[in-house]
């Protein structure tokens, strides 16, 4: 539960701390990942895709971070104050206890959002603890100087385009372009840091001790009066509700986008190449998403992304890609370049460190499945959509069904050629199939009988060109015999009878080939190449989806001893990154919205089967 506390400056000590060493707070515009050793080694400010502030997870020496410690020899451990987003990292001492309670304010005036105040909030709760802190922000993931300007416990970090202030309850000095503070707390004692950033009409101002106590409690009732709308009393409600939170963590408020993940680059192999930019919001991730928090029955956050998607992605655009990208901004732009900042080392080594994301000019045809499935659970759970929607819808679905038939680069956005793959017209069936259910149960205009036609002519191309008669499974694409976990969707999305024999025998086969110990791997690179070198670990989601498939499949008992064995490999506050390795840590970026919906759904399916 939280390792050893870490200076990052002593000479031969951990310089990283491990990806699943991390928890989160955020104010629904960006996130902060906090070590457990009270480190802030990951922020950007002011949004998810802006520039790193704080980047130590990606280079030790020259990322920038927020060091707050006890400076004694002392054990961690670290919780989410109960039911919110409020994360407290306790210090266990030979002379006392103290913790420092990190998060950010959500309940303030639209000129107080503009603060992005991030509070520290340090408390001696026995005995009395010697405190440090070191603030070292490095503006532009590592690349711009800045000035540091200091007046009282006031100061000021300064670089083209962003200013912070850093307010303080204890005295700081300037340490080159950093501050420091030493201070020690008795029982009873706090102290108090905030950041926020600054200019235009935003001030520098303390933040009191009494201040950061209403704030504290203030955000605590946020979170809580947030969750307290979820209608999900089952027997796995700490960890689904760990994963709620963590996926409104990920809502962008003032556009409704919701990102994949907060961090880039993170490795799903130390010293792989696999490293990227998570910070967008893909079209998939996001209608998954939608998906997961209305079962959970927040209407709210499907409102606000539905009402992104009607903003910003337009059916008319005319790609070459097609009418939606793979991934947008949060905002809504369409240029995502890719490029890679050379002068961070990546974690633990694990270079390169990239920004932006190439996959957005992609082919990726299961994304109009995924959308269309979301508008049609939306329509159906929450609020039926408008007419200007609908006609989205049908412009979206008369595309599908003139290119559903091209090969494309698929939901693992493989970087090695496009291929006619079987989840991709797996999810083109879905969107037609939803389209046409929202058609009939509203009684609105479409072209049904050329959608009907369409729909079935995918569903016998599957059967027959995407089975492999020699392995006895469906396989990853069209006359091929290489499995990927992916299908796995098949009856998730009632494309088939989930104990059809065919695919019970592909249930088995997976089974047999791609799992490990409960773990599943989405394919295997070497039989599939994927342009990209290297082994990866098993992927998240894709253990989740076959909890689900062997619920469908009656298989409840299996079921559920690899949904708690998938429990077991949750960080120390529930939180999952993309992968797990075969030694069982957190690979990728974290953490990830793909696994927490997913568990979501999996829980759900699986109370509801066990009754």
């Not at 008795?186 to 600054?198: P, R, T």
Request: net charge negative; aromatic share 10%; charged share 25%.
């Amino acid at each position: 539960m939280g390792g050893p506390a870490a200076d990052h400056d002593v000479p031969g000590g951990p310089r990283y701390l491990p990806i699943a060493e991390h928890g989160l707070i955020g104010d629904l515009r960006s996130v902060a990942l906090v070590g457990t050793d009270g480190t802030i080694d990951w922020y950007c400010c002011p949004a998810f895709d802006a520039p790193s502030v704080f980047a130590s997870v990606l280079d030790a020496e020259r990322g920038g971070c927020f060091e707050l410690a006890a400076t004694v020899p002392a054990r961690t451990k670290q919780f989410y104050f109960p039911d919110t987003n409020v994360l407290i990292t306790r210090f266990f001492t030979e002379d006392g206890v103290g913790e420092v309670q990190d998060f950010m304010p959500l309940d303030g005036e639209p000129a107080e959002a503009e603060r992005h105040r991030l509070i520290r909030r340090v408390v001696c709760v026995r005995g009395s603890i010697p405190f440090r802190t070191r603030v070292a922000p490095r503006f532009d993931y590592g690349a711009r100087p800045h000035t540091v300007r200091l007046t009282g416990d006031t100061a000021v970090f300064e670089t083209d385009g962003l200013a912070l202030a850093l307010t303080a309850t204890v005295p700081l000095e300037a340490a080159g372009p950093d501050v420091r503070g030493d201070f020690k707390l008795s029982e009873g004692e706090s102290a108090v840091f905030a950041l926020d950033k600054v200019g235009g009409d935003v001030t520098p101002r303390r933040c009191a001790r009494t201040e950061a106590e209403e704030q504290f409690a203030a955000t605590v009732a946020y979170w809580r009066r947030w969750l307290s709308a979820s209608r999900y009393k089952g027997r796995w409600r700490e960890m689904v509700h760990r994963s709620a939170l963590t996926l409104k963590l990920l809502t962008y408020a003032p556009t409704g986008a919701i990102v994949a993940a907060p961090t880039t680059s993170l490795p799903e192999r130390l010293g792989g190449e696999r490293n990227w930019d998570y910070r967008y919001v893909w079209v998939r991730d996001a209608a998954f998403c939608v998906y997961a928090l209305l079962r959970l029955g927040f209407t709210g956050e499907a409102e606000a992304f539905m009402r992104f998607v009607t903003r910003h992605i337009s059916p008319g655009d005319g790609k070459v890609s097609g009418p939606l990208q793979v991934m947008y901004g949060i905002d809504g732009h369409t240029e995502l370049p890719e490029r890679t900042i050379d002068h961070l080392e990546g974690h633990q080594g694990s270079a390169p460190v990239r920004v932006g994301n190439a996959a957005a000019d992609q082919l990726q045809l299961d994304i109009y499945g995924a959308l269309i499935d979301s508008i049609y659970l939306y329509d159906k759970w929450a609020q039926p959509i408008s007419s200007d929607q609908w006609d989205d819808v049908c412009a979206l679905v008369d595309w599908v069904c003139a290119h559903w038939d091209q090969p494309d680069e698929g939901i693992w956005e493989t970087r090695g050629g496009r291929k006619n793959f079987l989840y991709s017209r797996l999810m083109c069936w879905v969107a037609i199939e939803r389209a046409i259910r929202m058609a009939n149960r509203r009684g609105l205009p479409a072209d049904l009988p050329r959608w009907r036609e369409c729909r079935d002519t995918i569903y016998r191309r599957i059967m027959s060109r995407g089975w492999s008669e020699a392995r006895r499974a469906f396989v990853q694409h069209e006359d091929g015999d290489v499995l990927d976990a992916a299908v796995l969707m098949m009856p998730l999305t009632k494309f088939i009878a989930p104990t059809d024999p065919k695919w019970l025998s592909t249930l088995d086969v997976l089974t047999e080939e791609l799992v490990s110990d409960s773990l599943v791997y989405r394919y295997d690179p070497r039989s599939s190449p994927d342009g990209l070198h290297g082994d990866e670990g098993t992927f998240s989601i894709c253990s989740f989806w076959y909890v689900e498939a062997m619920v469908h499949a009656g298989r409840i008992d299996e079921a559920r001893l690899a949904f708690e064995k998938m429990l077991t490999y949750a960080n120390h506050l529930g939180l999952y990154a993309e992968e797990i390795s075969h030694t069982g840590e957190q690979q990728g970026n974290f953490p990830q919205a793909f696994t927490h919906l997913a568990l979501i759904s999996a829980a759900f399916n699986l109370d509801r089967a066990l009754g």
